[in-house]
Protein backbone atom coordinates (compact mmCIF):
# COMPACT_ATOMS: atom_id res chain seq x y z
CA UNK A 1 0.00 0.00 0.00
CA UNK A 2 0.68 3.61 -1.14
CA UNK A 3 0.43 7.27 -0.41
CA UNK A 4 2.34 9.51 -2.14
CA UNK A 5 1.67 12.85 -1.95
CA UNK A 6 2.79 15.87 -3.90
CA UNK A 7 2.45 19.48 -4.64
CA UNK A 8 3.47 21.45 -1.69
CA UNK A 9 5.76 23.95 -1.56
CA UNK A 10 6.22 27.64 -0.86
CA UNK A 11 3.63 30.45 -1.41
CA UNK A 12 2.83 33.86 -0.64
CA UNK A 13 -0.51 34.74 1.67
CA UNK A 14 -3.58 34.79 -0.81
CA UNK A 15 -1.36 32.58 -3.08
CA UNK A 16 -2.96 28.57 -4.49
CA UNK A 17 -1.72 25.46 -3.75
CA UNK A 18 -3.12 21.96 -5.21
CA UNK A 19 -1.96 18.80 -3.06
CA UNK A 20 -2.24 15.86 -5.06
CA UNK A 21 -2.32 11.96 -3.27
CA UNK A 22 -1.72 9.18 -5.48
CA UNK A 23 -3.11 5.73 -4.10
CA UNK A 24 -1.87 2.21 -5.09
CA UNK A 25 -1.77 -1.78 -3.45
CA UNK A 26 -5.72 -1.08 -2.41
CA UNK A 27 -8.90 -0.48 -4.44
CA UNK A 28 -9.11 2.79 -3.83
CA UNK A 29 -12.95 3.45 -4.69
CA UNK A 30 -13.67 1.47 -1.79
CA UNK A 31 -12.06 3.78 0.75
CA UNK A 32 -13.10 7.32 2.01
CA UNK A 33 -10.25 9.93 1.71
CA UNK A 34 -8.97 12.86 3.82
CA UNK A 35 -6.31 14.94 4.06
CA UNK A 36 -4.97 16.03 7.63
CA UNK A 37 -2.26 18.72 8.88
CA UNK A 38 0.40 18.79 11.70
CA UNK A 39 1.72 22.85 12.42
CA UNK A 40 4.84 22.26 14.51
CA UNK A 41 4.05 22.08 18.17
CA UNK A 42 0.50 21.13 17.48
CA UNK A 43 -1.57 18.43 17.07
CA UNK A 44 -2.68 16.75 13.55
CA UNK A 45 -5.87 17.98 12.51
CA UNK A 46 -8.79 17.00 9.85
CA UNK A 47 -9.09 19.74 7.02
CA UNK A 48 -11.28 17.34 4.44
CA UNK A 49 -12.86 14.36 3.60
CA UNK A 50 -14.48 12.79 0.37
CA UNK A 51 -16.81 9.71 0.70
CA UNK A 52 -16.02 6.70 -1.93
CA UNK A 53 -18.13 8.21 -4.14
CA UNK A 54 -17.14 11.82 -4.36
CA UNK A 55 -20.32 12.91 -3.52
CA UNK A 56 -20.39 13.63 0.07
CA UNK A 57 -17.21 16.24 1.53
CA UNK A 58 -16.55 17.61 4.90
CA UNK A 59 -14.44 20.77 5.86
CA UNK A 60 -13.06 21.60 8.64
CA UNK A 61 -14.52 25.70 9.46
CA UNK A 62 -11.27 26.84 9.15
CA UNK A 63 -10.92 26.20 5.52
CA UNK A 64 -14.07 26.23 4.44
CA UNK A 65 -14.94 28.01 1.38
CA UNK A 66 -11.21 28.47 0.62
CA UNK A 67 -10.00 24.48 -0.11
CA UNK A 68 -11.80 22.07 -2.04
CA UNK A 69 -11.35 18.04 -2.04
CA UNK A 70 -11.92 16.20 -4.71
CA UNK A 71 -11.13 12.17 -5.88
CA UNK A 72 -10.77 10.55 -9.18
CA UNK A 73 -11.02 6.84 -8.82
CA UNK A 74 -10.20 5.75 -12.33
CA UNK A 75 -6.60 7.36 -11.65
CA UNK A 76 -6.60 6.48 -7.65
CA UNK A 77 -6.18 10.19 -6.81
CA UNK A 78 -7.00 12.34 -3.96
CA UNK A 79 -6.77 16.40 -4.60
CA UNK A 80 -6.93 18.85 -2.34
CA UNK A 81 -6.95 22.83 -4.04
CA UNK A 82 -6.08 25.30 -1.54
CA UNK A 83 -6.96 28.96 -2.63
CA UNK A 84 -6.75 32.26 -0.34
CA UNK A 85 -3.64 30.85 1.31
CA UNK A 86 -3.30 32.09 5.09
CA UNK A 87 0.19 32.22 7.32
CA UNK A 88 -1.75 29.69 9.45
CA UNK A 89 -2.17 27.15 6.62
CA UNK A 90 1.49 26.56 7.00
CA UNK A 91 2.11 22.68 7.72
CA UNK A 92 2.78 19.30 6.97
CA UNK A 93 -0.26 18.34 4.89
CA UNK A 94 -0.68 14.20 4.78
CA UNK A 95 -3.85 12.05 2.85
CA UNK A 96 -5.51 9.04 4.97
CA UNK A 97 -7.36 6.45 3.62
CA UNK A 98 -9.97 4.80 5.51
CA UNK A 99 -11.86 1.33 4.58
CA UNK A 100 -12.78 -2.01 5.85
CA UNK A 101 -15.18 -3.31 8.28
CA UNK A 102 -15.91 -0.28 10.47
CA UNK A 103 -13.18 1.67 9.36
CA UNK A 104 -10.32 -1.43 10.16
CA UNK A 105 -7.73 -0.43 7.41
CA UNK A 106 -5.87 2.77 8.29
CA UNK A 107 -3.21 4.05 5.57
CA UNK A 108 -1.05 7.63 5.27
CA UNK A 109 1.12 9.22 3.69
CA UNK A 110 4.08 10.87 4.15
CA UNK A 111 3.21 13.66 3.83
CA UNK A 112 4.26 17.06 1.94
CA UNK A 113 5.32 20.56 3.28
CA UNK A 114 3.32 23.67 2.74
CA UNK A 115 4.39 26.80 3.33
CA UNK A 116 2.49 30.30 3.02
CA UNK A 117 4.77 33.39 3.97
CA UNK A 118 5.36 36.40 2.48
Known amino acids: VQLVESGGGLVQPGGSLRLSCAAS????????MSWHRQAPGQERELVAR????????YYADSVKGRFTISRDNGKSTVYLQMNSLRIEDTAVYSC????????????WGQGTQVTVSS
Open 25 to 32: GFTFSRYT
Open 96 to 107: NANGGLNGLYNY
Open 50 to 57: ISRDGARS
